[in-house]
């Protein structure tokens, strides 16, 4: 069966530090890749996506994520957090040619800024 | 802007209670979801559409159903309120194979 892994559940870091969340998935075939952000007490809304070319995406408010497909991973990264970037992080996987469009997301990994 | 509106932010239902979640996007969208949110689980696909009329199950559908008469609109129905289904729910529309699912606010339902 298809799915997302994120490899870490509560992440916290003080303001400054670099960030990384681990996303894995399981599928054979060619996807559409996704982070998705949820900040506190608002809807869930998209950070950044990958369909082709440069393995490196570049998101809003300086996030940043690689696809390196023989790892099947697309892990998150910011060089600096901000206490703003306080959140819930999903990655999403989209496997290309399912009719519909579903989405299957990872269980979500919680970042904690410490100010 | 894509707008997803969810008709309620907080819902408080009976067990046993039919219990209807609209959802409406202006972006004539064809795909829509439902999903229901819960901590440590991510978001698990209860039903999409493709198309009105068109439903899919997805991987959680038990205990509920849905509704898509117009293209804007998607409603997810329980028929009978459990408590186990006290839970987030959040609704999603796409359009096209690159899928950029946008989100409605979420409907925190608590059955009692």
Known sequence: AQSVSQHNHHVILSEAASLELGCNYSYGGTVNLFWYVQYPGQHLQLLLKYFSGDPLVKGIKGFEAEFIKSKFSFNLRKPSVQWSDTAEYFCAVSPIGNQGGKLIFGQGTELSVKP | ?112
């Open chain 2, 1 to 112: 802007d894509v707008k997803v509106t969810q008709s309620s932010r907080y819902l408080v239902k009976r067990t046993g209670e039919k219990v209807f979640l609209e959802c409406v996007q202006d972006m004539d969208h064809e795909n829509m979801f439902w999903y229901r949110q819960d901590p440590g689980l991510g978001l698990r696909l209860i039903y999409f559409s493709y198309d009105v009329k068109m439903k899919e199950k997805g991987d959680i559908p038990e205990g509920y159903s849905v509704s898509r008469e117009k293209k804007e609109r998607f409603s997810l129905i329980l028929e009978s309120a459990s408590t186990n289904q006290t839970s987030m729910y959040l609704c999603a529309s796409s359009q096209g194979a690159k899928n950029i699912q946008y989100f409605g606010a979420g409907t925190r339902l608590s059955v009692l």
